[in-house]
């Protein structure tokens, strides 16, 4: 019986561990893309405003 909830216990660590890492990597995909728009922006704004000068 300790066995048994041995191995669900690093079962369910293992998984947790797991599921944050998926919630960590897909927060940080979501923040790379919002400061790549923003630069993105900047740089054409960059662009736009020195051609006009």
């Known amino acids: 019986m300790n066995i048994a909830l041995l191995i669900i216990i ?3 660590v293992i998984l947790a ?3 944050g890492l998926n919630t960590a990597l ?3 995909l979501w923040v790379a893309l919002i400061v790549g728009v923003i630069a993105l922006i900047a740089f054409l704004f960059r662009v736009i405003s ?3 000068s």
């Open 50 to 52: 020195g051609s006009r």
């Open 10 to 12: 690093i079962i369910a």
């Open 26 to 28: 897909n927060w940080l």
């Open 17 to 19: 561990i797991v599921g």
